[in-house]
């Protein structure tokens, strides 16, 4: 439409160039004839006055006769010439004033016309979608609003807890030391300030014992491929993915490696499809692979089954009171109890307990923590549990649960219910279906 505007308005403007063209010709031609008709009356009143002038000669009056005769022709077709252009420049003007101009003023109406309808429709679009989007905004606004008021920050910062937690064991009593025994004091284990070797560290006036408190400012650790330098908890979920990861690796180059095999016998069988000489180097690449990953799946396996033995040893005591779930009731099946234990032979978390008193103290809060993991699975609540102990959830019979964590063997499944809060419950109280 703006270009159909611009070829509208240059119309316009050829059709009045045109008119003002004819204007100037008419113009021209009148004062030519206005020209003409002065010296055909100046030439006229010249032979007149020679024709009574006694002393003119006959000759000079003829030729003034002649030039007058000839001046009165030139402004009769100077006349002529302007009635002419005048008659032209008025049909002219009348066509471009009733009949150029209002075609090109309708053309521009109409071309405004059908712009304005199609902006109408357009804005009619606009809002039929916004119409239709409100309603959603709307829901998303009630929804977000239901979600503020939901917000349970108590139990949220319990749900960080567990997810990251250290699993290191709080430090024993610093012991005292007598320097005025010199030859019979023996560090204490469990002194802040005493070096894992046992040797007594030297202070003098310049040297202060080095305190390495939780919130204290830490030095950056230098990360370990046996993660050894994060907390036990999160060591042992690091190594637990490292050797998932290790035996993806492994099963993946022995996939490969078959292949190749296969390959190498069809070569065999038809040597017009390839040389089986050609396979050799990637099938002994392969094997050097399979060799290598396997070796770094038994490092990981061992590195995990020492750092499972410490999450265990540093829950002390505290394990006894989540040894053994409650029975189930005297209605429950007979099977139900191994069934839900079947059904969750792994785990990745032991229920919240309390630190035990013998493992050194956890010195700095570590950066790396996992990301929050999503349900592996979900489960329905066979009985009613009431979640009275520490680190355990109350659920009701027939509720629908989200598993997050397997059974480890020890009895207890962690949940999360619908309307939040996570916690451990007995895996015999439970029907589970893995994602």
């Not at 302007?82 to 009348?94: G, I, K």
């Not at 979640?387 to 480890?408: A, H, Q, W, Y």
């Not at 999360?416 to 451990?424: A, I, L, N, P, S």
Request: glycine content about 6%.
């Amino acid at each position: 439409m703006k270009q159909e505007r611009k070829m509208h308005f240059q119309e316009g403007r050829r059709a009045q160039q045109q008119l003002e063209s004819g204007f100037k010709q008419l113009e021209n031609s009148k004062r030519k004839f206005e020209r003409d008709c002065r010296e055909a009356e100046k030439a006229a009143q010249t032979a007149e006055r020679l024709d009574q002038d006694i002393n003119a000669t006959k000759a000079d009056v003829e030729k003034a006769k002649q030039q007058a005769h000839l001046r009165s022709h030139m402004a009769e077709e100077s006349k002529n010439e302007y009635a002419a252009q005048l008659q032209r420049f008025n049909r002219d003007q009348a066509h471009f004033y009733f009949s150029q101009m209002p075609q090109i003023f309708d053309k521009l109406q109409d071309m405004d016309e059908r712009r304005a309808t199609r902006l109408g429709a357009g804005y009619g679009l606009l809002s039929e979608a916004e119409l239709q989007v409100v309603p959603i905004i709307a829901k998303c606004l009630e929804g977000m609003k239901v979600a503020a008021d939901a917000v349970d920050a108590k139990n949220d910062s319990q749900v960080l807890i567990e997810l990251h937690k250290s699993g290191f064991a709080r430090p024993g009593d610093v012991e005292f030391e007598d320097f005025s025994q010199p030859m019979n004091r023996a560090p204490s284990d469990s002194s802040l300030g005493t070096p894992s070797d046992g040797r007594l560290e030297l202070r003098g006036p310049g040297r202060s014992r080095a305190k390495r408190w939780p919130f204290g400012k830490k030095n950056k650790t230098v990360a370990s491929e046996d993660f050894s330098h994060l907390p036990p908890e999160q060591q042992r979920k690091r190594l637990q993915q490292q050797l998932e990861e290790r035996n993806r690796e492994l099963q993946k180059e022995v996939d490969q490696r078959e292949a190749l095999k296969k390959m190498k016998d069809v070569y065999e069988k038809t040597p017009q499809m390839g040389d089986p000489a050609s396979l050799e180097p990637r099938i002994t690449e392969t094997l050097s692979n399979i060799e290598r990953l396997k070796l770094e799946v038994q490092k990981y396996e061992a590195w995990l089954a020492e750092a499972e033995s410490r999450v265990l040893s540093n829950r002390g005591d505290s394990l006894g009171r989540h040894t053994r779930p409650p029975d189930p009731p005297s209605s429950a099946p007979p099977d139900s109890s191994s069934n839900g234990s079947q059904d969750n032979k792994e785990s990745s978390e032991e229920p919240p307990s309390e630190e035990g008193q013998d493992t050194p103290i956890y010195t700095e809060f570590d950066e790396d923590f996992e990301e929050p993991t999503s349900p592996i699975g979900q489960c329905v609540a066979i009985y009613h549990f009431e979640g009275s102990s520490e680190g355990t959830i109350s659920m009701t019979e027939g509720e629908d649960l989200s598993l997050m964590e397997e059974d480890k063997g020890d009895g207890w499944t962690r949940v999360r219910r619908k309307q939040g809060g996570e916690g451990y419950v007995p895996t015999s109280y439970l029907r589970v279906s893995l994602n």
